[in-house]
């Protein structure tokens, strides 16, 4: 059999991205620079034309390490998806719509800690930290308010949230009912990553085995019934934060990603009804050029393990589609406005590298939840990028740098060598309760830590570069008495709802639980019933406990 040439693949390639605009026409019919110089949608070159060209492959096809739609920003920017959620589900509404007026293009909501780890904003724990990281929702009268004039049929929305990620996606499913919106139009992403929290974050709620239940019972539910949702995130954005390295965050998050996929496949899905709605969630860090190649590693393994490991056909299957957010971590409280710069620097890399969707971190989070202002100017950073830098006018733009294609493959070589330990040890489950991601991540971690402190590794203005006298900028404050008012709401809706049925439907879901059913319809009658998010996962912890940490 003759071997297909690189000038047959090139020539295949580019009359089937010729189909694909046929159907999917590109943002403009000609693109150029400044000086009017025609900028082509891809440029090959030296390392395609090597031996080497069909593991870098073209943009759209396996092993999508150029990206995986054929003519990428050109047809469209990624999505703008701003995070923000803080004290009341008005308040938070009306950022929404700010945002949303401003030209961003899908929602990101933060949930308070209360709403993280399962537990209604009058419980004891929930004290002091209602609405002051997230936005406090209780009930579905909170969903419905947090969402109120929001068409949910034209809207995409991201929900961070994992342990209790079951309830809110059940409210969200019920307010797009109450507006009219059946719920295979719904459009989203819930994150739904239990093990990052094991290992980096630490908003658990249950053991790992009925955690990974309750995450295979989404995505069989929403193969269904919700089919256009994103039943999960698997997350290296927290991995990362926690200090671990780039290669660290792209083996820990794929092994996760595994594990996820072999548990699913073990409840009995096949593994082509499921994955194609599988997403990502990655860091954007300071090393302008490892990011970059960092996705570029991570979007070519994943798709070897899905077609090679677990034996994939359908091509969605295959690919890798990632939500970025800018290194929190690397923000500092010092001169705030050194870190417009670092969030301008790790967004480039973000689309240098073709994620699907980024949230660009505010000048001020190192200090408070973002100003209005702050807010704008990071999503203005996005919206600069994508129309007045040209960096969106022709598909990976870096792919055949000789520096870049190294990086590429040597995270590459890396992370698979990380995943292979992993494996050795039973998975990644096994790895979280023998702690070793979270040892690993420590270890590095504390590395930098030492770095910083001795001035070996620079960051402007915190550790070099100070000023003297600093001026404090304006900062975003919840307001002392959402606290009490969120307390009366929860308190009012249990004097109002109809507690027989409520006892009815948690009764009906601790039952389901105790067997083999899946949660998700038993999760939605409760919440329908106006169950609280604290009364459903304290039905759950009844029947699964609640993790301790190693």
């Known amino acids: 059999m003759t071997k297909r040439t690189f000038d047959d693949a090139y020539r295949e390639w580019k009359e089937k991205t010729e189909s694909f605009v046929a159907k999917f026409p590109e943002r403009k019919q000609s693109f150029v620079t400044s000086s009017g110089i025609e900028v082509d949608r891809l440029y090959v070159g030296s390392a395609e034309n090597s031996s080497d ?18 003519t990428m920003y050109r047809g469209r920017f990624w999505t703008m998806r701003q995070y923000a959620g803080f004290g009341s589900a008005e308040e938070t509404n009306r ?43 209780d009930s579905l009268e909170d969903m419905e308010r947090l969402l109120e004039g929001i068409p949910l049929d034209q809207v995409s929305t991201s929900m961070t949230i994992n342990a209790p990620a079951s309830v809110l996606l059940a409210m969200y499913i019920a307010v797009g009912e109450k507006q009219g919106v059946p719920s295979h139009q719904l459009r ?8 990052k929290e094991y290992i980096a974050r630490g908003t658990y709620i249950f053991p790992p085995q009925p ?35 780039a290669v660290q965050e792209v083996a820990f998050t794929l092994a996760n990603g595994i594990a996820y996929v072999e548990a699913a496949v073990k409840a009995g899905l096949d593994v082509d009804q499921f994955a194609p709605r599988l997403s990502f969630f990655f860091n954007a860090h300071n090393h302008f050029f490892e990011e970059i190649a960092k996705f570029r590693a991570a979007r070519r393994l994943w798709a070897r393990i899905m077609r090679e490991r677990f034996g994939a056909r359908d091509p969605r299957s ?45 000048r001020d989070e190192a200090l408070a939840l973002p100003t209005e202002e702050s807010a704008r100017i990071a999503l203005r950073t996005q919206q600069i990028i994508a129309y007045e830098s040209g960096v969106a006018d022709t598909v990976d733009p870096l792919g055949g740098s000789y520096f870049v ?3 590429t493959d040597r995270i590459e070589e890396e992370a698979v060598r990380y995943i292979q330990q992993i494996d050795d040890l039973g998975g990644a489950v096994a790895a979280v309760e023998q702690g070793y991601m979270q040892r690993e991540i420590h270890r590095v971690a504390l590395e930098t830590q030492r770095r910083i402190e001795s001035g070996e590794e620079v960051v402007v203005g915190m550790n070099r570069f100070q000023l003297k006298d600093e001026p404090q900028p304006p900062l975003h404050r919840v307001d002392p008495a959402l606290e009490r008012k969120q307390v009366e709401r929860v ?18 879901l601790k039952r389901a639980a105790e067997g083999t059913d899946n949660l998700m319809p038993h999760i939605l009658a409760c919440v329908k019933a106006y169950a609280t998010v604290g009364e459903i996962c304290h039905a759950l912890r009844d029947v699964f406990g609640e993790y301790q940490p190693v």
């Open 491 to 508: 308190q009012s809706l249990r004097a109002r709802r109809d507690g027989q049925r409520v006892h009815e439907t948690l009764a009906a």
């Open 188 to 195: 989203g992403t819930i994150q739904n990553d239990i093990l």
């Open 95 to 137: 950022r929404f719509r700010y945002l949303l007026e401003q030209g961003q293009t899908g929602l990101s909501v933060a949930f308070d800690l209360p709403t993280q780890i399962g537990y209604d904003s009058d419980h004891p724990m929930a004290k002091g930290e209602v609405g002051k990281v997230g936005v406090a929702i």
């Open 318 to 362: 295959w690919q890798l589609r990632f939500h970025t957010q800018t290194g929190g971590s690397t923000l500092t409280a010092q001169q705030p406005d050194n870190n417009i710069v670092r969030v301008t620097l790790q967004a480039l890399a973000a689309v240098l590298g073709g994620t699907q969707s980024l949230h660009t971190n505010a």
């Open 211 to 245: 955690s990974m239940r309750m995450i295979t019972d989404v995505f069989a539910y929403c193969a269904e019934h919700v089919p256009k949702w994103n039943t999960i995130s698997i997350s290296g954005y927290h991995i990362r934060e926690a200090g671990s390295t």
């Open 53 to 70: 060209w069909e593991r870098i492959g073209f943009p759209g096809e396996y092993p999508y390490t150029r990206g995986i739609r054929p």
């Open 405 to 407: 294609e190294a990086l």
